[in-house]
């Protein structure tokens, strides 16, 4: 039962009770004061020789008993019916854009730690009846969000893949099937690995994984605001069906279950059509998110009743199936949950290195050194992409002369910024692109320049990272961290000084 109609019906019990109250009451002052009707009070109203008339101050108190009874009713059953209702955030948010520029949109309802978030229509016009279900679920919750519990935050996306919706196809603007482009080489299943040739709809082979994992501008709007998610429920259509995030995890498999006993649908373990490589669910589940994906019966209907059923189910039982996210601990160092997550989803050791300390926490920021970065955890950026940020270090670089801004810089293998004169080329643009781009490492604040020393390798520094070209070509990060740690523990007051 909703949570509205149990006040109502006590408003109204209460008002029958204060009504029977009221009327026997009544009854009892009548009785007293000689005024019955009929025979039943006959004897009440002989006056014998010695009665004496009522006096002025009893007929007071006869007339009042009704009113001060009230009064007293009124005192007493208040507290019941006038306890303030829970008042929930309701606000709405853009999350990021699509490759064409498109808002990507999300609902939040509510203010509890637990971050649950609905995804609609990951592939665009095909699953059309996925972002009208996610519409409806908005326009519910946003009316009713008494039923999102104060421990959960409720956000639901109406589409993630607002181009392929407006375009017409499956797939993003440039093509890109988007549940087959995320990094699933984080777990340790080897069979749902990312790839670029994959199974689509009907089992349809093509070229749509993307050229790299995460490469989709969509994609990384979604992994940037899963960073902190408890649960995920990835809505698509037409199966009939929830399964889970295939490798083995059990969260995600309680969450299936409770999800399909709810909605009404077929639970299974997994998608037995074909291998889902670079799916949501799978990524989400390797970092310790509960992810499943309903899959509406048609292709066309929205089945609303059916999948809020499914979400009741879930909300009603959110505090045991939805995990909260793990510290962890790596190099025998342990690292917070959100700076595991982020380090984790952006090649973990390949790019940043392993953590050299503790993280520390000042001024409300968690930081955590490692060997090329400093990762810092910003509360108040929470739902956006900067929840996590890697520490502006490149800026304690001072670029030699030769590193002013050049002329010739020409696209697709250049790229200039309104923001900086430096612009970025070739395999530093690959690079700098592949594991990030702007929000990882910032805008470039030199050109490429030969580093000094015997071997005259290539550099680039940018923002909150520094580029080295090795000998064998490829790009690696300088290693900032160190450097950093090294500093700070040579300027704390219980560092050793040696005298020569």
Known sequence: MQRGAKVKGGRRQGVQGFRRFFRAAQQDANVKGGRCEGGKCEGSRRKSANTKPPSTFNLITFNLQPLILLILFLLLAAPLHAAPSRQSTVQDLTIGLSTQGRPITALRIGDGPMKLVIVGNTHGAPEANTYTLAAMLADHFRANPHEVPSAVRLYIIPTINPDGLALGTRFNARGID?????????????????????????????????????SEVESRVLRSFLLDAWGAMFLHSAAGNVFPAFCEHAPSIELAQTYATG???????????????????????????????????????????????????????????????????????????????????????DLFGAPLAPAVVEGGITRQVFERAVLELHPDQADTPYLVQVAPLGRTWTPPGGAAPTDDCAPPGCRRFAETPHAIRGSFAAFWERNGGLQTFGFP???????????????QVFERAVFTQNDDGSIALEPLGWAFLVRERSLAPTAAHQVR
């Open 263 to 349: 909605a009404g649908y077929r639970y299974t373990r997994f998608w037995d059509a074909y291998t889902i490589t670079g799916g949501m669910h799978d990524w989400a589940a390797s970092l310790g998110i509960a992810a499943i994906v309903p899959e509406l019966v048609t292709g066309d209907e929205p089945e609303f009743d059916e999948n809020l059923a499914g979400i009741r189910a879930v909300l009603a039982a959110a505090e045991e199936l939805l995990p909260a996210p793990e510290d962890r601990r790596e190099n025998e160092v342990v690292v917070p949950a959100l700076l595991w997550r982020y380090w984790k989803m952006h090649g973990g050791n």
């Open 445 to 459: 604040i030199s050109d490429e320049f030969a580093a000094a020393g015997e071997r005259r390798r290539m550099r």
């Open 178 to 214: 988007l549940n087959r482009n995320m990094n699933t080489n984080l777990d340790v299943c080897p069979e749902n690995d990312w790839r670029t040739r994959v199974f689509g709809a009907y089992g349809i082979i093509s070229d749509t994984g993307g050229p790299y994992p995460d």
